[in-house]
């Protein structure tokens, strides 16, 4: 199985496990946050990132979800990219998560990030009324 490791500014990654859980009915397994608070030395948050790493490589490979690229949690992951092993995508968000859970049992690593980054993406939507009335009949 693929673990999956949010990795974010603030309470962002305990919320969005929070949210999936509610979601799913139940916390999955294989799932881990490392929450980026305040200040820190970098080579610490460095260690704190590879021991939840360890922690979650089951041998399928590890899928490291970020809040934002450029930012402190996707700079401290890129020194530990491992393409094909640990591989990483900014900008979570709930839609993301819940794709990555329900498919990292049946897709290769490589092809969970191209699945969820193209989920991602579709899951942003302008909230017009013509949206509304189709989907509420209002």
Sequence with gaps: MIGILIVAHGSLA???????THVLGQR?????????IGHADPDERQKALQARLAE?????GILVLTDMYGATPSNTLCRLLEPAHIEGVSGVNLPML?????????LALPQLVERIVEGGRNSIKHISEPMCHAATGR
């Design 28 to 36: 999955p397994r294989g799932l881990a946050t490392l929450d980026f």
């Design 98 to 106: 819940l794709k990555a859970l329900n498919y990292r049992d049946t």
């Design 56 to 60: 979650l490589d089951e041998g399928d």
């Design 14 to 20: 305990d919320s969005l496990v929070e949210c999936a």
